[in-house]
């Protein structure tokens, strides 16, 4: 189990809302995976990487969190066991990185990279699978088996 202080830990995952196959099929595998070490999936809540990997994390028996730009929560994907509306926009990036011990970045765009940028501000590991290598401190990996498995090993 994945317990650090009494609590599981919670696990980023930040991707695009538009992704190729490939990536889509990566991220709910990250998310399969993650779930299988017991911590909690949290995204930004919406489409593409975020419902793939949500799928992947509830497949495998995992507890995600989406934390949505918007003040409603009925935009969430089916994915999503708890659901925090912010009502902040892409703001709401800041969020998901201060609730993690971690990230993987799976694709993604410019909201990736502001999430990396505040990853990187805050201290907080990054994974990068067909994503942004923004740091040497961004661990790049070719697979979503090599990306969890280097991000619970830093952990």
Known sequence: MSIINN???QI???GGREESDEV???AEQVGALIA???AVLVCGGLGGVMEAACRGARKSGGTTVG???MGDAAPANAYVDIVIPTDMGVARNAIIINSCAGVI???GSF???SEMAFALQRGIPIVSLHSWQVDPSVMVAESAEEAVGMLFERL
């Open 105 to 107: 970045a799976v694709g």
């Open 111 to 113: 909201g990736t990279l």
């Open 36 to 38: 299988r070490r017991d």
């Open 24 to 26: 889509l099929r990566a």
């Open 67 to 69: 934390i949505l730009t």
């Open 12 to 14: 980023g995952v930040i």
């Open 7 to 9: 609590r599981k830990l």
